[in-house]
């Protein structure tokens, strides 16, 4: 199965749109789920290993569906050590979706906040990001829009849900409610797979952060 997935991951490089007739909706779908995959691979690996914090960054960001979802993980595993250059994910995508300006600029948002979870876009993530764009035509003003609501800060209020005008009392009642929803330990007594129970303690981890962050911010 894999071996399959590896040679769609490493097609040739479309050279023109693709139109109706040529491929069907389920051919695209795919196309793009595999092109998501590994642009989400590849920036979370630009700068070393891949770590547990850029996986659940790709799962929250990107929750695909059906029967690919067991066997996520061993796609983007895959992702990250191919070689193919991203360019050709980003055409593939702007030649099965011509013209798709509101899919183009929810990609690239996504792709920023995988390459933002430690706090800030390295060099070499911010060059392919701005290749993105410019390959998806995608305006300087948009972009400097999108990078700027992931700054550390902006960060964090979208974690927990907030504004950015919240009284600290707002603040922590707002961590409690979300560590009661989503801290391992309320989910005990349940049966969960090891792939769940890690973005659990994932979460609680980034809700702990955003907390500290924004509780900093505010004394």
Do not use: W
């Amino acid at each position: 199965m894999l071996q399959s997935l590896k040679k769609l991951f490493t097609r040739a490089e479309p050279s023109a749109p693709v139109t109706a007739g040529v491929h069907d909706d389920d051919f695209r779908q795919l196309s793009f789920t595999f092109a998501v995959i590994a642009l989400s691979a590849r920036i979370a690996c630009l700068d070393g290993p891949l770590t547990p914090e850029k996986y659940i960054a790709f799962r929250e960001s990107f929750p695909l569906q059906g029967g690919i979802c067991g066997k996520i993980r061993s796609l983007f595993a895959l992702a990250c050590e191919n070689q193919t250059p991203y360019t050709h994910y980003v055409m593939l995508i702007k030649h099965t979706f011509p013209g798709r300006q509101d899919l183009f600029l929810s990609l690239l948002e996504r792709l920023f906040r995988i390459a933002t979870t430690d706090g800030t876009v390295s060099l070499f993530a911010e060059q392919m990001l701005r290749d993105v764009a410019k390959t998806l035509d995608i305006s300087a003003a948009d972009y400097a829009r999108i990078s700027n609501d992931h700054n550390h800060t902006t960060q964090a209020e979208r974690v927990l849900g907030i504004g950015k005008r919240v009284s600290p009392h707002t603040l922590k009642e707002r961590y409690i409610e979300l560590m009661r929803r989503y801290h391992p330990d309320r989910f005990s007594g349940d049966k969960l797979s090891p792939e769940v129970e890690m973005l659990l303690k994932l979460k609680a981890s980034e809700i702990n952060e955003a907390y500290r962050v924004l509780r900093k911010k505010a004394a």
